[in-house]
């Protein structure tokens, strides 16, 4: 399908993650963007050339790169609201993992979608996944058209090495949608064993590898405890990072932890929300910009959170971090935008979506501006990370596709079957 977007307000990302506007069109053919530009110059020639089965009148609002979502447990939507108000240790034994055990790859697989759903009402194009029943995962999001890379959660209870490589295969071959990164749950769910296996595994991909890494201070001091080093160190002597990943929260970090992730060229996904919910603390985001350290935002899961959307992620990275340094002027929007955006792709391994630019999938949002906490435009970047929500997204397009438009979804399910679907899988797992 070849669409054409004119009359449109075009974020461009700069090299130096700085952002400029641009009035004009953006023309999208199959799944790319092919032209960028003011339209003039092309209206005599390229126009009659291609064939646009949509033209699409901007009305002067914003078309951005959609966000990525860099760490999400999407099917954990049964548990939204259901667990709560627990400190994390105790969340995860007593209300988390009883409750998954009884999950089927069925239910999965609708709860994956509802948790798509949001997504698109959130502006966000693809998602850093980790959960159990992969495929299922994966096969929702090509069932749908959103775009998944999927982590592989690797711990002593619900896999092994043999499933993870088959998932490894089967994942990336799935979908031009769909792709696969190793990965373990953490340090504290995983033994030294696994750990070895999957360092092998890696590197016999080629592959970076992820982990939740230093989310509360009693995982790194049990890690101590055990092995005499911190999960990043640990995780570095097993030879996990030759081809690089990242981890998620990144909050309990030593200063040799941060050399290591400069060393390697690593991502650290920051999750601002779940991590004030389960008072895990503060990552330090400054000092990782500082040690020129890749930073990506998560929502983590909808059992955490409890809400899928990136305007509260990139609001509390922002002011978190201000807190932390006492210092209002670090971390700028300019920065969180960036990392909500192409720092998410970067560590997704998704370079053709980081940014509006020719050439790169058309992974793309329409923000509208003609509202009351868009207005006036003095600064449209800031408008975003300091006064945008939900309420702003009028469209998301993911691969070329549009998925939601205008409060409607096009994703192959209608919402009364997903919503029933979630609420018969949480009634039946309540027992
Ligand atoms: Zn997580």
Same mark, same amino acid.
């Given at each position: ?94 209300? &988390? +993992?009883?409750? !998954? ?6 239910? &999965? ?78 340090e ?15 590197? !016999? ?22 092995y005499?080093m911190?999960p990043?160190e640990l995780t570095?002597a097993?030879? +996990? ?43 330090? &985001? ?28 990139? +609001? ?76 702003? &997204? ?14 409607? +979804? ?6 009364? !079957? ?14």
């Amino acid at each position: 399908m070849n669409i054409r977007f004119y009359h449109a307000k075009i974020l461009v990302t700069g090299e130096n993650k700085e952002f400029s506007i641009l009035n004009g069109e953006l023309w999208v053919e199959n799944d790319s963007i092919s032209y960028i530009g003011d339209g003039k110059e092309l209206r005599n020639q390229k126009e009659d050339a291609v064939i646009f089965d949509r033209e699409i009148d901007v009305e002067g609002n914003l078309l951005m790169p959609g966000f990525k979502d860099a760490h999400t447990h999407t099917a954990m939507t049964f548990l939204r609201s259901y667990a709560d108000d627990l400190p994390l240790q105790e969340w995860l034994e007593k209300q &988390v +993992f009883p409750n !998954e055990a009884k999950l089927t790859k069925e239910d &999965v697989y609708y709860l994956a979608i509802l948790g798509i759903m949001e997504y698109l009402t959130s502006g966000i194009t693809s998602n850093f996944d980790m959960y159990n029943f992969p495929r299922s995962i994966a096969k929702a999001s090509k069932d749908t058209g959103f775009r998944t890379v999927f982590c592989s959660g690797l711990n002593n209870f619900v896999s092994n090495l043999e499933e993870l490589r088959e998932d490894y295969n089967v994942i990336n071959a799935m979908s031009p949608l769909t792709s696969f990164l190793p990965g373990i749950h953490a340090e504290y769910t995983t033994n030294q064993k696994l750990m070895e296996g999957l360092a092998k595994l890696a590197q !016999e991909l080629k592959a970076p590898v992820w982990m939740h890494n230093a989310e509360t201070q009693k995982e790194v001091e049990e890690c101590k405890a055990r092995y005499g080093m911190t999960p990043t160190e640990l995780t570095e002597a097993l030879g +996990f990072y030759e081809y690089g990943g990242g981890g998620y929260h990144c909050i309990w970090f030593t200063e040799h932890d941060f050399e290591l992730f400069q060393k390697h060229d690593m991502t650290v996904v920051t999750n601002p929300a779940s991590n004030l919910k389960l008072a895990s603390g503060i990552c330090p &985001v400054k000092k990782f910009l500082d040690y020129g350290i890749n930073v990506a935002i998560g929502t983590d899961g909808p059992a955490s959170n409890n809400c899928l959307d990136m305007f509260r992620e990139m +609001f509390l990275t922002t002011g978190l971090a201000k807190v932390k340094e006492e210092d209002a002027s670090c971390v700028s929007a300019e920065e969180v935008l960036y990392m909500a955006t192409a720092g998410g792709a970067k560590a997704m391994q998704l370079p053709d979506c980081d940014r509006l630019a020719v050439g790169k999938k058309a992974d793309l949002i329409m923000l509208d501006l003609k509202k009351p906490n868009m207005q006036p435009e003095n600064n449209i970047v800031k408008n975003i990370v300091y006064a945008g929500s939900k309420q702003n &997204v009028k469209m998301t397009m993911v691969n070329g596709k549009i998925l939601y438009e205008n409060g409607a +979804f096009s994703i192959g399910f209608s919402e009364e !079957e997903i919503y029933r679907r979630a609420n018969e899988i949480i009634n039946r797992i309540k027992g």
